[in-house]
């Protein structure tokens, strides 16, 4: 499936619920966003964005949290697999944007590239449950049921190959921190 | 006369986290500061985050710091080095209060210093201009809470070493 369709699926769905997006979703999910003030594009730290998911999700067990990674991403922070797995927040969903490649460096293959099975790296980690969806229908139709189902949830989304290069992640990081912070602190619970 | 303590009580540091409203430890045991994790599991005051490496442990406190909590992480001087890219680009470039309590392994007082560990980390913290604080006894706890303190009033990471022997009470 599509990347952006794929955002676009999510963000019909994700309510009020916190959403990390990280490296080429960056770029990608303020295209589609429907609730910006919850959303936290995180730049920097590669392979973080997953642990900064878990933070929100044990501060704010009143809130989904949604990250959206990388398979790259993902790659350089596997441990967090585990230690999500040993905090279960049963509100955090944790999707991977499984294309196969580096995209934001130009489309250089991951370790590994298509060999790997995420869904069973996060299910012998621990986590509550985990999904994999190759096209747009399937992600779809079974959103209401990610989204109420007790997590964590890992679901891996099978991605075309892209070799474009997105621009390089945001320098204006800092400037949205504020007003996330001050959304999440009005927003009531779920 | 008073005698002068020599030691590093975990008691002491867990009532001065506590006094600075830390909900969370973020933790990767090490010989230095394990006494301190040990000291408050099953405390309902904290909540103990165990992580698997140290990089990873800064982002879980950035998300605990946005959706509101105070959290402290707590490794090695050996895992502050793993976790540079963490702290740079999330504790330094948001500008958010993160206080660490670095266990300063190779670090004596009154010895030579050989550990590379220990002869890198204080150049490193002045590099990247962190603050930070040496505890090496009971009686220096209270740079715990300057520590807090000044993280929250410049926005910026401030690290407690800690330095000292220590006992388990």
Request: charged share 20%; aromatic share 6%; hydrophobic share 40%.
């Amino acid at each position: 499936m599509d990347s952006l369709e794929a955002q676009k699926v999510i963000s019909r769905h994700r309510g009020d619920a916190v959403i990390v997006t990280t490296m080429s979703t960056n770029f990608e999910w303020p295209q589609v966003s429907t609730n910006p003030d919850m959303d936290l594009m995180f730049s920097g730290a590669m392979g973080k964005a997953s642990s900064v998911g878990l933070g929100l999700a044990l501060a704010r067990p009143d809130k989904k949290v949604i990250v959206l990674d990388g398979d790259g991403s993902l790659l350089m922070n596997l441990g967090s697999l585990v230690t999500i797995a040993n905090m279960a927040p049963p509100n955090l969903i944790h999707f991977v944007f499984e294309n196969g490649v580096y995209r934001t460096t130009g489309g250089q293959p991951i370790p590994s590239a298509g060999r790997i099975s995420f869904t069973d790296l996060a299910a012998a980690a621990g986590y509550a449950s985990v999904r994999e969806f190759e096209d747009l229908e399937s992600l779809e139709g079974n959103m209401k049921t990610v989204l109420n189902e007790v997590g964590p949830t890992l679901v891996c989304l099978k991605l075309v190959p892209v070799s474009d290069r997105s621009p390089f992640p945001l320098t204006t990081f800092l400037s949205i921190i504020p007003r996330f912070k001050a959304a999440l602190q009005r927003s009531s619970s779920t | 006369m008073t005698s002068k303590s020599t030691s590093l009580t975990a008691g002491r540091i867990v009532d001065e986290l506590k006094k600075c409203g830390i909900t969370h430890i973020v933790w990767l045991p090490d010989t230095e500061s394990q006494f301190v994790c040990e000291a408050v599991i099953g405390q309902p005051d904290f909540t103990l985050v165990p992580v698997c490496r140290e990089g990873e442990a800064i982002a879980i406190a950035v998300g605990l710091m946005l959706g509101g909590k105070e959290p402290v992480v707590a490794h090695q001087n050996t895992g502050f080095l793993e976790s540079g890219d963490s702290i740079r680009s999330l504790a330094l470039d948001l500008r958010l209060p993160l206080l660490l309590l670095i266990g300063y392994r190779g670090w004596h007082r009154d010895s030579p210093i050989t550990d590379s560990a220990a002869i890198f980390t204080e150049p490193i913290l002045e590099a990247w201009g962190i603050r930070y604080y040496l505890v090496e006894t009971d009686e220096d706890v209270e740079k715990i809470s300057l520590g807090y303190k000044e993280a929250h009033e410049t926005r910026q990471p401030v690290v407690i070493l800690l330095g000292g022997g220590y006992e388990e009470s």
